[in-house]
Each structure stands twice: as C-alpha cells, then as structure tokens.
C-alpha cells in the first residue's frame, strides 16, 4: 500500500516568486493536513481538508493558500516567497479527521 | 491556546538500556495523542496512537500511556537498539486532524 507522496521533494525559488506543492494521500484517506518544519518553530499547522473544504486553517498570512480535490489530492500555494518561507513542508492524511495521521517525506523548499 | 512540552531536549543512552520520553500538554481536550519519530531531513513516521478514551497502546518495544487528566503522555522504549536514533515527536489532535506538536526529543543510543 502507497504512502503519502509529495512533490516535488525538493525546491529552490526566489523571493518574489510563487511555488505549488502537491500532496497524494493514501488511497482512502479523505483528510489531508499541511505543516510546516523550521529549527526555530518546530513543527506549525498549515490547513487541513476533508472532503474538499478547508475545515481548520493555522495561524500564517494569506499568501499560504490551499486545496483539495475531488480524488483527495491536496495542493498548498505560497504566494510572494520570502525567505522565512524556507522549511520542511511536511502533509499528512488520515481516513477520517480523528484517525492516525500519516505523513510524507516532505517538501523542502529554500528561498533564496 | 494548547501548548505541548516535551522532556529532556536531548539524551544519550548506551544499547540496551530502557528508556522514558516525557510530553505534556496543557488542554485536556484532545482526540488522540500520537508519538512519532523523524529521522534527519525526513519526513514523520507514526509509532503510537492512543485515542482520548485509553491509558496505553504497545506495539513491540514501544509502550505509550497517556493521562489526560494531569496532561501527560510517556513513550516507553525496551532494551534500545542504535536504529532507535532519531528525533521523537509527541502530537496532540485538537480538532479536526490539528495536531500540536511538542519540540522534540533527539535520542542517541550509543553501541
């Protein structure tokens, strides 16, 4: 059985720029869930998506943005990147929100 | 606002040795708490998880407990092994798959 696939795995952008980042959950999980990994804030919740809508959303500006289709996968948009953005974007899914969450290799994005 | 503290930061132990990983949350109204270990630079592998409603969950050399009401969880690890090296992570589940994490303990077992 798949685990949870994320790409790409790795990312260099600019500041200024814009980046997509994708998320396969496990077949049948329709939770998906977003984090983000830095050393000096450890781990922080993004968003969260269960059947198509945004049910919890964390404490980051607007310029993080995502979503979730119909077959479960989930994309996070980040909008005009700074350099703070770099981290470990890390996606987890679940069968159902209260169940165990699984989680990707992640997404490690630097902005230079 | 839930805050998760995990104890010790760090700690080396020689192979063999039996093993407790402190975490504590400050809101008992968790779903589930769940431990997790990461390796560096990967992503979170899931050990445990113990819903709001049980005291413990095993699986091989892993023991976790949890007592909500004082807002504690303990992982137990037997007779450690070097391949037990990594960060290990407790999260509570808030709400809707929100998990709250703790810091971290990074284990190093020595041979």
């Known amino acids: 059985k798949a685990g949870v696939t994320q790409t790409p795995r790795y990312l260099i952008k600019t500041r200024g720029q814009q980046v997509t980042l994708s998320c396969s959950p496990i077949?049948?999980?329709?939770?998906v869930s977003w984090y983000q990994q830095t050393p000096g804030q450890g781990l922080q919740f993004l968003f969260e998506?269960?059947?198509?809508?945004?049910?919890n959303k964390g404490n980051f500006p607007g310029r993080f943005s995502g979503r979730q289709f119909s077959n479960s996968r989930s994309e996070m948009n980040v909008s005009t990147l700074e350099l703070g953005d770099s981290a470990l974007y890390l996606c987890a899914s679940s069968l159902v929100p209260s169940a165990e969450a699984f989680f990707g290799q992640g997404t490690r994005l630097t902005v230079v | 606002k839930q805050e998760v503290t995990q104890i010790p930061a760090a700690l080396s132990v020689p192979e063999g040795e039996n093993l407790v990983l402190n975490c504590s949350f400050t809101?008992?109204?968790?779903?589930?708490l769940q431990w997790f270990r990461q390796d560096p630079g990967k992503g979170l592998t899931s050990l445990l998880l113990i819903q709001s409603s049980q005291r413990e969950q095993t699986s091989g050399r892993l023991n976790a407990s949890l007592d909500k009401s004082s807002g504690r969880s303990t992982l137990y690890i037997a007779a450690s092994q070097p391949g037990d090296s990594a960060t290990y992570l407790c999260?509570?589940?808030?709400?809707?798959?929100?998990?709250?994490f703790g810091q971290g303990t990074r284990l190093t077992i020595n041979p």
């Open positions: 998506y269960f059947s198509e809508t945004q049910r």
């Open positions: 809101d008992s109204a968790i779903y589930n």
């Open positions: 999260a509570v589940n808030l709400s809707a798959q929100k998990l709250v």
């Open positions: 077949s049948g999980h329709r939770s």
